[in-house]
């Protein structure tokens, strides 16, 4: 079991930047992806981006391409999340999840083993 910890949310105001972060405190991450999912409040879960650990690409979805950027660092054990030009519909409580096999359906919640606590991310007009 992957033990995940998030940091880096906040209150914003729209056009603002946050940095989230996500660490495996084991130290020890062999699986294949590490990805952020987000839940609005009264809506479901939706997937935001997520980053293949062994070669780093990269995938993101439609709603935060072009403004939100995933990353990782092998040696920190770390997944970052980069996200610019902030909007209201980006409230939302953002979660780390790590997936221990591999699929091509890297946006499927179902195929991710751990996950983190979760960080609220808020963004006033």
């Known amino acids: 079991q992957v033990q995940l910890v998030e940091s880096g949310g906040g209150l914003v105001q729209a056009g603002d930047s946050l940095s989230l972060f996500c660490t495996n405190t084991d130290r020890a991450f062999s699986g294949y992806y590490m990805a952020w999912f987000r839940q609005p409040p009264g809506k479901e879960r939706e997937f935001v981006a997520a980053?293949?650990?062994?070669?780093?690409?990269?995938f993101h979805s439609d709603s935060v391409k072009g403004r939100f950027t995933v990353s990782r660092d092998n040696a920190k054990y770390t997944m970052y999340l980069q996200m610019n030009t902030l909007k209201p519909e980006d409230t939302a409580v953002y979660h780390c999840?790590?997936?221990?096999?591999?699929?091509?359906?890297?946006?499927?919640?179902?195929?991710?083993?751990?996950w983190g606590q979760g960080t609220q991310v808020t963004v006033s007009s």
């Open positions: 999840a790590a997936a221990s096999r591999f699929s091509i359906n890297y946006n499927d919640p179902t195929l991710y083993d751990s």
């Open positions: 980053v293949r650990w062994r070669g780093g690409t990269s």
